[in-house]
């Protein structure tokens, strides 16, 4: 059942190359939206005579900025800032900012594609956009990381706002960068703005479960996915890449669900561990010493540390990848679906190659594409927004059961337009179509814009 590109779509995603020369993950991301759609345009003709195609692929905007800033050794660094304003048809622009020396355009404009639909999925009123910088807070002290992120929103400022753009985090952007963000923000308005940003502090405008809500929404959507095959999370192997906040809290979620996670990662390694991974040394490492995963095995001797090793040889029953884009290969695929792996849920964004993906779908396996799978990170960031309107903070289990109901309609709503569209148990599809097809109904309505 691999996806082949419509005839009728085929020469937008050329124009699409053409008009976006060398990006390659947003050719990447694009082209796994387009071999979905081609169903939809017979059902939906008044698409194509709207282009709606080639005006969802055009951001609406996009912001490139220089980032001057004195590091610790009084040296001018200089790094590049973006904000990419992709879709505001549903709502104003919705998105993480990502800092990562990997950072330029064709990156932040493939995460800006993906969450246009991926916000769509939620349901709730979020358009889609991205942002971020090549900087690398790796090795940086507290006082780096604060004048850049100062730098950074200096420029950014003047292009967000709670009903225009609402920036959160992603890869190196956690609650230590949001508050320097939204501590320039408000100093340079002047106002006290909690709706501008997400992932805020718990004491200054930020929700319960937002830490918590991206790995536990992807837990729930796999979930949802193992009770269709009448099976669930309890007594299952689990591999889970990664050590951020999404691997942290996917592996919390498992682990409450009856499930075992046996591995954890960082760019340099894996550690192993038979007896389950120790989810608050990880805590202690990751998030409060900044520290590497190797260290892991100097206080469990029973762990082993493979340094360079590829954490996807581990046979396990599910995998999520939560670590970064393409880090799951045709050939990782292969020995996952090998190893005798029933399911696949994406915490990272696009964390599995066309070839991978292709290998998941011919297996029949029960894959869960990041777009829907990971949904629950900005899901929640649109109820901090909804807390943020109406000056009110919610409890943990409120905020917790809605994030749950949340997941649970993005699964039906993916697993009922794979079937309406011929292909059911195919999650790529289903979640392509139903995030696309609202959107796009939000377009014709507000006519040529
Ligand atoms: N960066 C996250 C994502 O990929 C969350 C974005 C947000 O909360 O706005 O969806």
Same mark, same amino acid.
């Given at each position: 059942?691999?996806?082949?590109?419509?005839?009728?779509?085929?020469?937008?995603?050329?124009?699409?190359?053409?008009?976006?020369?060398?990006?390659?993950?947003?050719?990447?991301?694009?082209?796994?939206?387009?071999?979905?759609?081609?169903?939809?345009?017979?059902?939906?003709?008044?698409?194509?005579?709207?282009?709606?195609?080639?005006?969802?692929?055009?951001?609406?905007?996009?912001?490139?900025?220089?980032?001057?800033?004195?590091?610790?050794?009084?040296?001018?660094?200089?790094?590049?800032?973006?904000?990419?304003?992709?879709?505001?048809?549903?709502?104003?622009?919705?998105?993480?900012?990502?800092?990562?020396?990997?950072?330029?355009?064709?990156?932040?404009?493939?995460?800006?594609?993906?969450?246009?639909?991926?916000?769509?999925?939620?349901?709730?009123?979020?358009?889609?956009?991205?942002?971020?910088?090549?900087?690398?807070?790796?090795?940086?002290?507290?006082?780096?990381?604060?004048?850049?992120?100062?730098?950074?929103?200096?420029?950014?400022?003047?292009?967000?706002?709670?009903?225009?753009?609402?920036?959160?985090?992603?890869?190196?952007?956690?609650?230590?960068?949001?508050?320097?963000?939204?501590?320039?923000?408000?100093?340079?308005?002047?106002?006290?703005?909690?709706?501008?940003?997400?992932?805020?502090?718990?004491?200054?405008?930020?929700?319960?479960?937002?830490?918590?809500?991206?790995?536990?929404?992807?837990?729930?959507?796999?979930?949802?996915?193992?009770?269709?095959?009448?099976?669930?999370?309890?007594?299952?192997?689990?591999?889970?890449?990664?050590?951020?906040?999404?691997?942290?809290?996917?592996?919390?979620?498992?682990?409450? %669900?009856?499930?075992?996670?046996? $591995? @954890?990662? #960082? *760019?340099?390694?894996?550690? &192993?561990? =038979?007896?389950?991974?120790?989810?608050?040394?990880?805590?202690?490492?990751?998030?409060?010493?900044?520290?590497?995963?190797?260290?892991?095995?100097?206080?469990?001797?029973?762990?082993?540390?493979?340094?360079?090793?590829?954490?996807?040889?581990?046979?396990?029953?599910?995998?999520?990848?939560?670590?970064?884009?393409?880090?799951?290969?045709?050939?990782?695929?292969?020995?996952?679906?090998?190893?005798?792996?029933?399911?696949?849920?994406?915490?990272?964004?696009?964390?599995?190659?066309?070839?991978?993906?292709?290998?998941?779908?011919?297996?029949?396996?029960?894959?869960?594409?990041?777009?829907?799978?990971?949904?629950?990170?900005?899901?929640?960031?649109? %109820?901090?927004?909804?807390?943020? $309107? @109406?000056? #009110? *903070?919610?409890?943990?289990? &409120?905020? =917790?059961?809605?994030?749950?109901?949340?997941?649970?309609?993005?699964?039906?709503?993916?697993?009922?337009?794979?079937?309406?569209?011929?292909?059911?148990?195919?999650?790529?599809?289903?979640?392509?179509?139903?995030?696309?097809?609202?959107?796009?109904?939000?377009?014709?309505?507000?006519?040529?814009?």
């Amino acid at each position: 059942m691999s996806p082949v590109i419509d005839e009728k779509v085929a020469p937008i995603y050329q124009e699409v190359l053409n008009r976006n020369p060398g990006e390659v993950e947003f050719h990447q991301a694009v082209l796994e939206v387009l071999e979905s759609l081609g169903p939809v345009l017979v059902k939906y003709p008044e698409f194509a005579h709207q282009k709606i195609i080639q005006r969802i692929c055009e951001p609406e905007r996009q912001i490139i900025f220089r980032v001057p800033w004195v590091d610790d050794q009084n040296q001018v660094q200089i790094n590049r800032g973006f904000r990419v304003e992709f879709n505001s048809a549903l709502g104003p622009y919705k998105g993480g900012l990502r800092f990562h020396p990997s950072v330029y355009l064709g990156i932040v404009k493939f995460l800006g594609f993906e969450q246009v639909f991926k916000n769509a999925l939620t349901g709730l009123p979020i358009g889609g956009g991205k942002g971020g910088s090549d900087f690398d807070p790796k090795g940086r002290s507290d006082g780096e990381v604060m004048r850049f992120c100062q730098s950074f929103m200096t420029e950014l400022y003047r292009h967000i706002g709670e009903h225009t753009d609402v920036p959160a985090g992603d890869i190196g952007v956690g609650g230590r960068e949001i508050g320097y963000l939204f501590g320039q923000y408000k100093r340079i308005t002047n106002r006290w703005e909690a709706g501008v940003l997400t992932g805020k502090g718990l004491s200054w405008g930020g929700s319960l479960v937002r830490t918590e809500a991206t790995g536990y929404g992807a837990v729930f959507f796999v979930d949802e996915m193992l009770k269709v095959r009448n099976d669930s999370f309890e007594g299952k192997k689990c591999v889970v890449s990664g050590s951020g906040n999404v691997s942290i809290y996917t592996t919390e979620k498992i682990v409450q %669900l009856g499930g075992k996670v046996v $591995a @954890s990662s #960082d *760019s340099n390694g894996y550690i &192993y561990h =038979e007896n389950g991974i120790d989810l608050d040394l990880v805590k202690q490492l990751k998030e409060i010493e900044r520290r590497r995963i190797s260290d892991y095995v100097n206080y469990h001797k029973d762990a082993k540390y493979v340094a360079g090793g590829n954490i996807w040889e581990i046979p396990c029953d599910v995998a999520m990848p939560s670590a970064t884009q393409n880090e799951i290969n045709g050939k990782d695929a292969k020995m996952l679906v090998e190893n005798g792996c029933i399911a696949v849920g994406e915490g990272a964004n696009m964390p599995t190659t066309p070839e991978g993906v292709k290998i998941f779908l011919d297996a029949n396996i029960a894959y869960g594409p990041g777009k829907a799978a990971n949904a629950g990170g900005v899901a929640t960031s649109a %109820l901090e927004m909804q807390q943020n $309107a @109406s000056r #009110d *903070s919610w409890t943990f289990d &409120y905020t =917790e059961e809605r994030l749950q109901r949340i997941m649970k309609n993005i699964h039906q709503s993916c697993y009922e337009t794979a079937e309406e569209f011929g292909t059911p148990g195919n999650y790529v599809n289903g979640a392509n179509c139903a995030g696309f097809i609202k959107v796009a109904k939000a377009m014709v309505a507000m006519g040529i814009i």
